[in-house]
C-alpha cells in the first residue's frame, strides 16, 4: 500500500470517526432538550399547583401571569425538539445552527423558571437564595455538546438573562424593599460576582469539553483501528487465533509461549497427481469447497486451523486451554479426523460424477507440549506451533501416503486420552513405526 492509499484510508477513517461522534452529539442535544422540557413539565404540573395549593393568599394574577408564560415556552420547546428531531437531526450539516438555538432555547426556559419563581418568592428571596444554580446546571450540562465554543456561548446567554432579570428585579422591588440594593452592581455582594462565577465555570468546562472530545476521538479511533486489524488478520487466521494473538497476556518476552495440546495434519497424498492431469483454476475450486468444509469440521469440535501450506491443513486443539479443560482434545481431534474422511468421500462421490478430480486424504494426530508465537524476522513474522509434536503428526501424515487402508495415524498418547469407547473401537492393533527424525520407533494406531 503506497502512501497515497494510506492517506485515502487516513480520510476514511477519520470521516468515519467524525460522523459517529456527530451521531452521539445530535443524542446529547435531544437529550439536553428533554431535560430542558422536563423542568418545564415539572413546573406546570408538580410544583406550581403545589405551592398556590398551600399558598391560597397568591395572587390569582401571579397564577395567570406565570402559567400563562410556562404553557408558551412549553408549547415552543415541544414544536422545536419534534422539528429537530424530525428533520433537522437528519442532516449534520445543521448541527451547529441546531445547537445554537438549543443553547439560546435552553436559556429562555431558565430564565422563564426563574421569572415565574420570582412571581412566587418575590425578589429578595430570590437573589439571596441559590435558585442562581439553575442557570450553573445548564450551562454545566453544555458540556456533554463537547464544545468549547457551545460552553462559552452557553455561560455568556446565562449571565446575560441573569443579569437582564436581576436587574429588572432590583428596579422593580428596589423602592419597597431597601435590602434588594445589597444585590446592585456595585454591591460587594452584587450579581456581578455570580456573573464572573457563571464565566469562569463557562471556560473552565469548556476547555474539559474540548479535552473529552479529543480523548473521545483519541479511543474510538484506536477503537476503529483495533476492529479493522481485527478484521484484516481474521481473513489470514482463524478468529481464534487472532484472539489468541491479541489478547494473549502470558507470552515471554520473545513472543512465544507454552502450551498443551493436540495436532492434526490433514493433507491429499494424490495432490500432484491431480494437478497434473486437471486444469489448476478447477482444481483451486474443488480446493476452497474442501477447506471451507474441513475448516467447520474443525471449527465444530473445538479445533483451531493454524495455517494452510498447498493442500495441507495444520489444525490444533486444546490451544490456549487449561490443563483441567484439555481432557476431551484427544477425542475433538479423532473425532474431526473421522469426519473430514467422511466427508472427503461425500465429496469425492459428487465430483466423481461430475468427472472433476478426486481427493485421497491423509491425517495424522500427535499429542504434547509445543511452542506457540510468533516466529520470523522483524519485518514479517507468523504465528506458528513448533515442538516435537508438530513434527510428529506431520511425520504421521506422510506415513498414510505408503499405506493403502489406514488413512488416520495417531500417537499412542493420543489413543490412550480417548475417552470414548466408541472411537477407541474403531482402531486397529498398535504397530510401532519409524519416523523421519525419531531415533526410536514409534507406537502408532490407524483407522
Known amino acids: 500500500m503506497n502512501s497515497k492509499e494510506l492517506k485515502i484510508e487516513s480520510l476514511q477513517i477519520e470521516d468515519n470517526i467524525q460522523e459517529r461522534i456527530d451521531v452521539e452529539r445530535w443524542k446529547n442535544e435531544l437529550m439536553l432538550i428533554r431535560i430542558c422540557l422536563s423542568i418545564l413539565v415539572f413546573m ?9 395549593l398551600f399558598a391560597p393568599q397568591a395572587s390569582t394574577d401571579v397564577l395567570v401571569v406565570g402559567y400563562s408564560l410556562l404553557f408558551i415556552v412549553c408549547a415552543i420547546g415541544i414544536i422545536y425538539y419534534l422539528i429537530g428531531y424530525k428533520f433537522l437531526s437528519k442532516n449534520p450539516k445543521t448541527l451547529n445552527i441546531f445547537r445554537a438555538v438549543d443553547i439560546t432555547m435552553e436559556a429562555v426556559i ?24 439553575m442557570f450553573i446546571v445548564i450551562n454545566l450540562l453544555s458540556i456533554f455538546r463537547l464544545s468549547f465554543g457551545c460552553e462559552v456561548y452557553s455561560a455568556v446567554l446565562c449571565s446575560f438573562f441573569y443579569l437582564v432579570e436581576s436587574l429588572y428585579i432590583i428596579y422593580r422591588d428596589g423602592s419597597d424593599c431597601p435590602a434588594i440594593y445589597d444585590y446592585s452592581l456595585i454591591s460587594g455582594s ?9 464565566i469562569i465555570i463557562g471556560v473552565v468546562c ?87 468444509n474441513m475448516e467447520d469440521i474443525i471449527s465444530k469440535n473445538g479445533g483451531v486451523i493454524n495455517k494452510f501450506v498447498g493442500s495441507c491443513i495444520m489444525a490444533v486443539f ?16 479423532v473425532r474431526s479426523a473421522q469426519e473430514m474422511k467422511k466427508m472427503t468421500d461425500s465429496m469425492n462421490s459428487l465430483w466423481k460424477v461430475n468427472n472433476f478430480a478426486t481427493f485421497d486424504i491423509g491425517i495424522g494426530v500427535s499429542l504434547g507440549r509445543f511452542i506457540t508465537g510468533n516466529i520470523g524476522c522483524e519485518s514479517r513474522k507468523e504465528f506458528t506451533c513448533l515442538g516435537d509434536v508438530v513434527n510428529v503428526a506431520s511425520r504421521l501424515q506422510s506415513k498414510t501416503r505408503v499405506s493403502e487402508s489406514a488413512h488416520v495415524l495417531v500417537t499412542a498418547e493420543v489413543f490412550r486420552m480417548l475417552q470414548d469407547e466408541n472411537i477407541k473401537s474403531d482402531f486397529k492393533q498398535s504397530e510401532f513405526m519409524s519416523l523421519k527424525g525419531k531415533s526410536q520407533q514409534v507406537e502408532i494406531y490407524s483407522l
Open 190 to 198: 452584587g450579581i456581578w460576582l455570580k456573573i464572573l462565577f457563571f
Open 110 to 133: 431558565i430564565s422563564c423558571v426563574f421569572f415565574v419563581l420570582y412571581q412566587i418568592f418575590g425578589g429578595l428571596k430570590l437573589l439571596s437564595g441559590p435558585v442562581f444554580l
Open 318 to 333: 486444546g490451544l490456549g486451554k487449561a490443563d483441567g479443560e484439555n481432557s476431551d482434545i484427544c477425542d475433538a481431534a
Open 206 to 292: 469548556g476547555v474539559l469539553s474540548k479535552k473529552a472530545r479529543k480523548l473521545i476521538r483519541e479511543v474510538a479511533i484506536k477503537n476503529y483501528e483495533t476492529s479493522h486489524i481485527k478484521m484484516v488478520f481474521g481473513k489470514y487466521v482463524s478468529p481464534e487465533i487472532r484472539d489468541y494473538i491479541l489478547k494473549s497476556r502470558n507470552a515471554e518476552k520473545d513472543g512465544t509461549k507454552e502450551d498443551f495440546g493436540a495436532i492434526l495434519f490433514c493433507d491429499i497424498n494424490n495432490f500432484s497427481e491431480v494437478l497434473e492431469k486437471y486444469e489448476p483454476k478447477a482444481v483451486v475450486s474443488q480446493l476452497n469447497v474442501f477447506f471451507e
Open 44 to 52: 406546570i404540573f408538580i410544583f406550581t399547583p403545589i405551592y398556590f
